[in-house]
C-alpha cells in the first residue's frame, strides 16, 4: 500500500448505494453543468429557451430508449433547465440484468452470484446509460465549436414505489 497522502489525494468517494447494482430500476437523475454555466440555454417568460446544446440533449433523452433498446430503458420525464437537467430513468427487465419484473416498480432479484458495485468498468447500467448521454452532447458541442463542459459524476435517487414516482413527478 502508498505511503503518504498520495494514496487518498486522487481517490473519489462513491455516493451510489453499496446495496444496489443499477442494472435495473427506476431512478431520479440530476446532472448539472461545470460551475454551473447556463450552457442548456435561458428561461424568458416561463419559458425555456434551449440553446443548441440544450436541443441536443433534449434528443439525446428521446434516442435513449431507441438506442438502448436492448436494456429496455425508458425516459417517462424530463427537465431540462439552464445549468442541470432532472430526469426519470426506468431500467426494465432485459438480459444484462437477473431480475424478475412483472413492471418497473415490481422487480424481484432472482440470483446475486455477483459482487454488487464492483469496482469495474461499468456497462449496461445506469453509469453507462448517464456517460453515453453525456459523451454524446459534449461530442456534439465540440463538433460544432460550443464551449461546454458537465460537472463530474450525477445525483442519483433510487425511486422505490408508485407513490414515491408521483411525488417526484
Given at each position: 500500500m502508498p505511503d503518504g497522502n498520495y494514496w487518498n489525494q486522487y481517490r473519489r468517494i462513491t455516493t451510489r448505494a453499496f446495496w444496489h447494482?443499477?442494472?435495473?430500476?427506476?431512478?431520479?437523475i440530476t446532472i448539472c453543468t461545470k460551475?454551473?454555466?447556463h450552457y442548456f440555454g435561458e428561461i424568458a417568460d416561463g419559458i425555456m429557451n434551449l440553446s443548441e446544446v440544450g436541443e441536443c440533449l433534449h434528443e439525446q433523452?428521446?434516442?435513449?430508449?431507441?438506442?438502448?433498446a436492448d436494456m429496455n430503458v425508458e425516459i417517462p420525464l424530463f427537465v431540462i433547465m439552464p445549468n442541470h437537467v432532472h430526469l426519470i430513468i426506468i431500467i426494465g427487465n432485459n438480459q444484462y440484468n437477473t431480475k424478475i419484473c412483472s413492471d418497473a416498480m415490481h422487480c424481484v432479484a432472482t440470483t446475486n452470484d455477483k459482487p454488487?458495485?464492483?469496482?469495474?468498468?461499468?456497462?449496461?447500467?445506469?453509469?453507462?446509460?448517464i456517460r453515453g448521454i453525456k459523451i454524446s452532447t459534449t461530442?456534439?458541442?465540440r463538433k460544432n465549436g460550443i464551449i461546454f463542459a458537465w460537472q463530474p459524476r450525477f445525483y442519483d435517487h433510487i425511486i422505490r414505489d408508485s407513490a414515491e414516482m408521483n411525488d417526484i413527478a
Open positions: 447494482n443499477y442494472n435495473g430500476g427506476m431512478y431520479f460551475d454551473k454555466e433523452f428521446t434516442k435513449t430508449p431507441e438506442i438502448r454488487i458495485n464492483k469496482f469495474a468498468p461499468q456497462s449496461k447500467n445506469l453509469a453507462s446509460i461530442m456534439f458541442a
